[in-house]
């Protein structure tokens, strides 16, 4: 295994910490209309991610970085060529992170119901766009001999995506909703059970469309054993969701991202992004990796680092263990 | 197509609008967390209540101001793959691995570790809190040395090789970029540049409260706290600037001299306090100037010879082949000005409120009430008029934008004084932009991230005035009693959350 092949797994791996974690809080912030009655659940719902929602978005930064460093042209390719759905996702990131901090920080009706429209937004559009994107990549794009993306931002709107998008948006979606049945108590805790196994049937369905619509395609062997996992998990999820076992039901519909993004970059491997123009010029990790020695320095640091952040990521998770509910939030301002 | 609106002059202008307004943002983050979790580490040392206060007043805007830092320097990431591809793609290799290292080791750290204080009041013990921000202050100290890494790289490129075949730079010496000295001395500069920003801020808020006598014990502090960094953070900006500056005048001449109109090289050269000059000619029409001043700052020595624009850019075109070499020399020149006189600015005007507030010019014993008394301007025997005593106040005040403006004509002329060169003397600016992004979707974004900022820009500023007003919160029972175990006590497990959104 060359090291541009271990890079092209830490990508996989970064995408999926990322899909894992803040898909639970995109998940959480579509809650906010879906699943909250009133201001203190939408609070509730909130302080479940509160402590952990910034540090889940570096894992997005920490992906846009490897791949900057390790393939630059796949960044340099990608990110010139879906200009816009980035655009509108950046835009996103900025209102919700504010939305987020600042939602509170006044009292009055007006201000804190626009924040919260703007959470709502800014977590389904997200969850929605990275879905196409991705399923985009798998596709393959029209990209020329010089490695420029030369398609339109209609070329991306397709069936295939827009359904890859909507698989994302309602995986993240039942993923956060088993995330707050386990991080909550009382009344919103047993709505957002039920919740969780009605959006798991529309997930799995739609999942269960695009999987096999990718596998058919431009599936494997390999990706084949992902698919099954994937679909397994995502039913273990539903079935101990039922059950009321939230721990392993939270464990399960992480496993369902996990495996899913797996095969996604299997079905893509040896290639980053192909060409859907000519297979001659599709990215793969020799042709868009860096040098040796830039690859050999960050596979230096990435195993110092990443050990340390899943132990201190981890430690967060295990400081904010207890569950909230709503006699846990005061109205203070 | 009209230059104006050409993909690479709007790039341009994108990357400068997210840049500077980034970089409002940074230097007050970066500051304001090492103040805060000073004033944390008081409390835990002293249990004064005035310094848990102070910690948790300055902490509120730290905060406020942090949530914009973050999320502007999203933006910053993205945009070199989105507007500048064939940068991307020319340095990737050896740029991509400082930001790379960025996001693994410090933005982890600072993100983790915030959320770990802002919600960790009631879940962990006061010295294991206390270390969390320590940890977000390393974080963004960490962040800002990797990020000025891979900028200094720009400036003054090291450790690599071009590869003719994949047509790109490649790393040779990660380590080399990691210190070479224009990394170092730029770290130096910006981070001490960054302290001068949260002291003036600490100290001007300060002043508005000590001006109205209120929350006079948090605030007196806080004013002593800001004006100290202020000026020690000021004398380093100036020698770190001095360094910077010996550095950029071997490394990149053309900058300097186009930062001191220095049309042709002089030995000695004078520094320039006033110059008018005509770009197209090549001279100064009108100059008032220093002899010698700019020989000392370039080469220690008040003789020897700097080279001019002209001398710079016909070297350059025998280098490079024809072309013109020189950066706009009005916003080099005046860029420079602006950043040395607000910086130092700042720091006299907080070096005379050090002096003006110290013991002797208290109020009278007489009139004394207790040791935390509003500092009161006895400069003579007779009391000042109320208006002229008021006016330090209100000139603390105004001194808070001051080096916020510094930094930001720092970095304008930093990176205008660079141009025509993206990377120096490696690849130029226009061959550096996304060959396939159209007009109209620069032009889109750069109107849709301006307009974000402005209306964001309006909703923090009056964040920041609201609880600037509200002056430090009164502690309650639970603040004066944190947990002794990870996670909370279990005493009471229905009791609110000492933080919620």
New interface residues.
Partial sequence: MQLHDVWFVLIAVLWTGYFFLEGFDFGVGVLTKLLARDRTEKRVLINTIGPVWDGNEVWLLTAGGATFAAFPDWYATLFSGFYLPLLLILICLIIRGVAFEYRHKRPEDRWQTNWEHAIFWTSLIPAFLWGVAFANIVRGVKIDENKEYVGTLLDLLNVYSILGGLVTLTLFTFHGTVFTSLKTVGDIRDRSRKLATRLGVVTAVLALVFLIWTQVSCGDGQSLIAMIVAVLALVGALGFNLAGREGWSFALSGVTIAAAVAMLFLTLFPNVMPSSLNEAWNLTVTNSSSSAYTLKIMTWCAAVATPLVLLYQGWTYWVFRKRIGTQHIVDVH | MDLALAPETLARWQFGITTVYHFLFVPLTISLAALTAGLQTAWVRTEKEKYLRATKFWGKLF??NI??G???G??Q??Q????W??Y??F???????P???????A???E??????W???WD??PKKIHLACIWMVSMGTVLSAYFILAANSWMQHPVGFRI?EERG?A???D?WLVLTQNTALTQFFHTITAAFLVGGAFMAGISAFHLARKKHVPVMRSSLRLGLIVLIVAGMGTAISGDLLGKVMFKQQPMKMAAAEALWDGEAPAPFSVFAYGDVEKGHNKVAIEIPGLLSFLANDDFTSFVPGINDVNKAEQEKFGPGDYRPNIPVAYWGFRWMIGFGMASLGIGALGLWLTRKRFMLPAELRTGEDEVPHLVLFKKPLSPKLANLYWVVALWTMGFPLIANSWGWIFTEMGRQPWVVYGVLRTRDAV????SQA?VL??MI??TL?YAV?AV?EVK?LV??VKAGPPELTEADLNPPTK???DDKN?????AF??
């Fill in positions: 905060l406020i949530a914009m973050v999320v502007t999203i933006v990431e993205f070199f793959g989105m507007n591809s064939d991307s793609r340095v990737g290799d050896i740029f991509g691995a930001l790379a290292f960025e996001a693994l080791i933005f982890f750290f993100s983790t570790f915030i959320g770990l802002i919600f960790g879940k962990l590869n790109r490649e790393l040779t990660f996304s060959p396939n992004v979707e889109t974004s849709g991230f974000l964001l909703i964040l609201k609880y990870i996670g909370g497990p229905d009791r609110p959350m919620s959104y």
